[in-house]
């Protein structure tokens, strides 16, 4: 699957890019870039941290992976492209997904009646910051 989505990007696909994607898009903790690094390293040594930042940033950037930001405003990076949102838990420093369609319909409902003047909104994420 993240083959595909690689190869659909106009992306060049090496076993590194295939093993980061495999690893975001079978992870529930929003991992950091070190934690990715920490993952590949164990089956691929000879990748760089230089590697897993450049290869997030390009996943990011041709839209096949998303970054959130914690409250330190370190980056996460999240493999799941349907609408959601996020809870952040601030003892934890971790993410839980919140996939909620009224939520969402709300949101576009005000974005569309409150337009914001010289600028076009392509896309919306809210990160609620909170303990549990």
Do not use: C, W
């Amino acid at each position: 699957m993240g083959f595909e989505k690689i190869i659909n990007a106009g992306l060049k696909t090496t076993v590194q890019r295939i093993a980061i994607l495999d690893f975001l898009e079978n992870s529930d903790v929003h991992p950091s870039a070190e934690m990715v690094f920490n993952y590949i390293t164990e089956k691929y040594p000879t990748v760089t941290l230089s590697t897993v930042y450049n290869t997030l940033e390009k996943f990011v950037e041709n839209k096949i992976i998303n970054k959130v930001f914690t409250i330190q405003g370190k980056a996460r990076y999240d493999a799941k492209n349907e609408k959601h949102h996020h809870l952040f838990d601030k003892n934890t420093g971790e993410f839980i997904d919140v996939f909620d369609d009224g939520l969402n319909d709300v949101v576009e409902k005000y974005l569309k009646e409150h337009k914001i003047s010289n600028f076009k909104i392509d896309d919306f994420q809210i990160n609620f910051t909170g303990k549990i």
